[in-house]
């Protein structure tokens, strides 16, 4: 019996925040709109963010205006630090889903939104709260969900302790970030092994930062746990600035694909389409301009 239920995140914002030259804003709109015709369940397709802090997505207003969702069933999802960001973004009636990273490593919150932990869960409670108000829902990242390399405590309950709490303010979708790379398959395992069966009725994604030598290990460990939700972004493209110094890519999304095949998933994807992403992206991630 082939299984239907994986969502794939398609993360084109994720591969180009982290990118010194800036990729023009058409070029972005039309590499998005070909992703719009593969169908992935979802695309992360830009942040309402300060562009001080991530200067590739000061555009992201303007891309979403000129998305064509018209022959697609993907949705889109924004990524949002703070209030005013949110609001920016449930303007945009495209916008499915606004996500927000949530670390449960108090030095890079305060990195990666300024913020404490604690001011981040308020944070969460009112981005909540605007999101039902604007038919908009709520995406979690659990950053540094399986440790991080600021000296923070880290253990399996304190992810825990931070999921159960944001499922406790009704949020459906809860992802389990490896913003930097560190996890292990032992720890990837563990923790949703853990975390899926304790939380009937969230739904527990992975976004998993890997190279090329243990993306598979990873990706294995998340899924025979029971995570069917995956953030991915063609050729591995991409990481967090926010975190090193150096990007540790994403999980690849034809590395995702191939494996998800082989156990007799069916996708639902437009191969064809997916091959032309493939190709465009090449001169996507090479685009310079002064």
């Known amino acids: 019996m082939k299984e239907t239920s994986i ?6 914002r994720d591969a180009m925040q982290g990118l010194h030259h800036f990729i023009p804003t058409q070029t972005k709109v039309e590499y998005i709109n070909a992703l719009l015709k593969v169908g992935f369940h979802t695309i992360d397709a830009g942040s309402f963010v300060s562009p001080k802090s991530i200067p ?3 555009d992201s207003a303007a891309v979403f205006s000129q998305l064509d969702l018209g022959k697609s069933n993907s949705k889109l999802l924004a990524i949002v630090a703070n ?6 973004a449930v303007q945009f009636d495209e916008i499915t889903y606004l996500g927000y990273p949530f670390s449960i490593s ?11 932990i604690d001011q981040s869960y308020d944070l969460v409670k009112d981005l909540q709260e605007l999101c039902l108000k604007n038919k908009k829902q709520l995406v979690i990242y659990i950053s540094m969900a399986f440790g991080n390399p600021y000296g923070d405590q880290w253990q399996p309950e304190i992810a825990m302790n931070w999921v159960n709490k944001i ?7 809860i992802s389990l970030a490896d913003t930097v790379g560190l996890a292990s398959k032992e ?5 949703f092994q853990q975390i899926v069966p304790a939380f009937e009725g969230i ?4 976004h998993l930062h890997c ?9 294995e460990a998340a899924y025979i746990n029971g995570c069917r939700r995956f953030d991915a972004a063609i050729r591995g493209f991409g990481g967090c600035p926010m975190a090193n110094d150096e990007l540790v890519g994403n999980m690849a999304t034809e590395n995702l694909i191939h494996f998800l095949e082989s156990k007799n998933v069916s996708l639902n994807l437009n191969k064809e389409r997916l091959n032309e992403c493939l190709e465009r992206s090449l001169a996507v991630f090479n685009t310079v301009t002064a």
Do not use: H, Y
Not at 167 to 173: D, F, R, V
Not at 187 to 191: D, G, I, K, R
């Open 203 to 206: 739904e527990i994604g992975a």
């Open 106 to 116: 108090e030095k890079f919150q305060m990195r990666n939104t300024n913020s404490s």
């Open 7 to 12: 969502k794939i995140v398609e993360c084109p």
């Open 211 to 219: 190279t090329p030598d243990n993306w598979k290990l990873k990706l």
């Open 187 to 191: 720890t990837v395992a563990s923790l």
């Open 167 to 173: 499922a406790e303010l009704e949020i459906k979708t």
């Open 56 to 58: 590739q997505m000061r």
């Open 83 to 88: 209030r005013r960001g949110a609001e920016d």
